[in-house]
């Protein structure tokens, strides 16, 4: 089993910079995404989560009026260079 980044809660994408010479292309995008890891009632009633003791605990302490532990956020950056060539077809 494992835990992965399977959707997200926010995104945003900005180009930094685009250059077009004849053909060719370069473009710098910066990508933020956020996310938090917590359970909701989509979440429990899916049997990969259910079925889990850790899962079914962990729901409760999140929502439990008395307990009311928030999830995490992850915060992910990424800026990415792309280049090419235009083909016209």
């Known amino acids: 089993m494992g835990i992965t980044v399977h959707d997200t809660w926010a995104t ?6 685009l250059q ?3 053909d060719r292309y370069r473009a710098v995008v910066h990508y933020k995404v956020q996310d ?4 909701d009632s989509d979440d429990i009633l899916k049997t990969q ?4 003791h850790f899962f079914r605990i ?11 532990f928030r999830p995490f956020m992850t915060n992910m950056e990424a800026t990415v260079e ?8």
């Open 12 to 17: 945003d994408i900005t180009l930094r910079s």
């Open 82 to 89: 792309i280049t090419g060539v235009r083909h016209e077809s």
């Open 36 to 39: 938090h890891f917590g359970l």
């Open 58 to 68: 962990w729901f409760v302490l999140q929502h439990y009026i008395q307990f009311g």
């Open 49 to 52: 989560f259910s079925q889990f």
């Open 20 to 22: 077009i010479h004849n």
